[in-house]
């Protein structure tokens, strides 16, 4: 086992050999929990990433977060992951952003790319594999929409080259969707020709920008969906293992993908569809298109990492996440009294307890039974919580050292990041303490309190517990 101060090493925790369930994950595909099988040793996994023409929001964050957390579980439980997160610098909307800011839609690719990875450096997200970009796949997307077309699934038309939806039998398994008249996978409005179909959804769409790429069928830009295709068959083959993203892309975005990548391979494009849930406002999807959108860098100026990765995983990451201030507030303060608990335990001093060394395996094999049922984090952080109830309850009794390592390896998983230097007190901050508990002891409360007010002027608050004072810095 890793010591603490492994951690800030970079050392990977591992997982032990305790007994295992098999991972089970509800597979949007098949709408059924599946025990999960990979394809190697080595799990390949893509995940939509950003379109990159403004800074992400709180909805972004949470999708970015609960993919990071799925990873570092794997790992943990000892596969190695090859992730791929792709980032859009092609798209309409980047074409209109740039326009409204005077630059070219490269420039503001790179200037929000930049912001991006800054944007997941401060939510302690771990680095993908690689974060491979639109602009340089072009090549890929060709031939991808040329094979296509030769599968009797694209036509050329006067504005671009669509999908021909009727041609794939099995279009609508993924979202169960059943495609009519009234449904489309492109938006329609924007469209200046006739096509076949309603239906039918752009791969290639004619302009003579001067940022756009020469192709078969003429000057132009690639269309959404068929990007992703590209881009994650270039990473990972044409068959791989988990394929993730938020909910609203179900339909149409990895519908489409389904329906390009497999009629143009004619076979299996992904084994296993993962879909987070969406952060809402008062009930309503965080959209930039609605205008109730936080963006991560506000959120992240109010609250710190731990508080924000708090607020997400412990909830379901399919499930809807309500924002408010005082949810936020409230994992803020959970992950304070975590911060505590930790610097309180780092002191633990005391002989080994084999009754305390039973219970937290137990703990720990619930929390790793828990995250094998389909990631379930809220489970795994009461599991989290019973341990610290357990340290709490022995601190100052016995060593609780490696109740403390367990701790931190799961919360690892969580993403959370801990401040593991004790501060030392000068001697003056320590005399003051000791002089307040003589008060205490002699029931002078009038001096006590004189004592803790003139302690908290210099920074440093006390908190008295059945276990005698403890303190920390504001």
């Known amino acids: 086992m890793c010591s603490i101060a492994d951690r800030d090493k970079g050392v990977r925790f591992t997982r032990p050999a305790l007994s295992k369930m098999a991972l089970r994950i509800v597979n949007t595909l098949t709408r059924k929990k599946e025990v999960f099988k990979s394809k190697g040793k080595t799990i390949e996994m893509y995940v939509c990433g950003p379109t990159v023409y403004g800074p992400g929001h709180l909805g972004h964050a949470r999708t970015y977060s609960s993919y990071d957390v799925i990873k570092r579980y794997l790992e943990f439980s000892g596969y190695k992951v090859k992730l791929i997160m792709n980032i859009t610098d092609v798209h309409d909307d980047m074409i209109s952003q740039a326009k409204k800011e005077g630059v070219s839609m490269k420039k503001l690719g790179e200037k929000y790319t930049k912001e991006f990875f800054n944007e997941l450096k401060e939510l302690n997200i771990e680095k993908a594999s690689s974060y491979p970009k639109v602009s340089e796949h ?12 030769k599968n009797g699934l694209a036509y050329a038309t006067d504005d671009g080259v669509y999908f021909r939806v009727s041609k794939f039998k ?23 020709y006739e096509k076949e179909k309603a239906q039918d959804f752009a791969l290639w769409k004619l302009d003579n920008g001067d940022e756009f790429w020469n192709s078969p069928w003429g000057r132009g830009r690639p269309g959404w969906h068929i990007e992703c295709s590209a881009m994650s068959m270039k990473q990972l083959g044409e068959n791989f293992d988990i394929h993730g993203g938020a909910k609203d892309l179900i339909f149409p975005h990895h519908e489409n993908e389904i329906a390009q990548s497999e009629g143009a391979t004619k076979k299996k494009f992904v084994n296993y569809w993962l879909h987070a849930g969406l952060i809402t406002v008062d009930g309503q999807k965080m959209s930039k298109s609605l205008g109730n959108f936080t963006i991560i860098p506000e959120i992240l100026s109010k609250y710190d990492l731990n508080a924000v990765r708090a607020f997400f995983s412990q909830a379901h990451y399919q499930s809807p996440l309500d924002y408010n201030d005082k949810a ?20 633990s001093k005391g002989k080994k307890n084999a009754k305390f060394e039973s219970e937290v395996r137990k703990i720990k094999q619930n929390f790793i039974n828990a995250m094998d049922d389909n990631f379930n984090t809220p489970i795994a952080w009461a599991e989290l919580h019973k341990l610290v109830s357990l340290m709490n309850k022995n601190l100052n009794k016995i060593n609780v050292n490696s109740g403390l390592k367990v701790f931190l390896e799961l919360a690892h998983i969580f993403g959370l990041k801990f401040n593991l230097k004790v501060i030392n007190l000068d001697s003056e901050i320590r005399k003051l303490i000791a002089e307040r508990e003589k008060a205490r002891s002699v029931k002078d409360f009038k001096s006590a309190d004189n004592i803790r007010d003139e302690l908290k002027k210099k920074g440093i608050v006390l908190e008295d517990t059945p276990s005698g004072v403890r303190w920390k810095k504001q």
């Open 138 to 149: 072009i090549k890929e997307i060709i031939e991808l929409i040329k094979k296509l077309e």
């Open 170 to 192: 099995a279009y609508g398994k993924l979202s169960n969707i059943k495609i009519d008249k009234e449904k489309t996978g492109t938006r329609i409005k924007t469209d200046k």
């Open 328 to 347: 936020l507030q409230e994992s803020k303060m959970v992950a304070d009294r975590l911060q505590d608990f930790v610097l309180r335990a780092k002191e």
